[in-house]
């Protein structure tokens, strides 16, 4: 069984930072491409970052200079790092991952890290 866990929401005032980590854990064979998603409350879940494989990055133009996203192979682990965060920052985060198991690639999401940034 494949498991998603995000790690590192909280709350935080405006321009400062957090950084979110998404570790996978289960019989993992290969960690592929990976996303970091958000939902702010009565909106639609979008990406903010996606990273691949080879580490190529490429991020929503909201975010675009101040979240960085990254891996860690060895430790199947995912990373978001939010600086001079805003309000409109605030929402739900979520891992989004494709995994590569003994029945094949498949795509799992976390559960979910609540992010609120006060004003």
């Known amino acids: 069984q494949v498991q998603l866990v995000e790690s590192g929401g909280g709350l935080v005032q405006s321009g400062g930072s957090l950084r979110l980590s998404c570790a996978a854990s289960?019989?993992?064979?290969?960690?592929?491409?990976a996303d970091w998603y958000r939902q702010a409350p009565g909106k639609q879940r979008e990406s903010a970052a996606t990273?691949?494989?080879?580490?190529?990055?490429n991020y929503a133009d909201s975010v675009k200079g101040r979240f960085t996203i990254s891996r860690d192979n060895a430790k199947n682990t995912v990373y978001l790092q939010m600086n001079s965060l805003k309000p409109e920052d605030t929402g739900v985060y979520y891992c989004y991952a494709d995994i590569r198991t003994e029945t094949g690639w498949n795509v799992y999401w976390g559960q979910g890290t609540q992010v609120t940034v006060s004003s």
């Open positions: 289960g019989n993992i064979f290969s960690l592929g491409s």
């Open positions: 990273i691949t494989s080879a580490g190529s990055t």
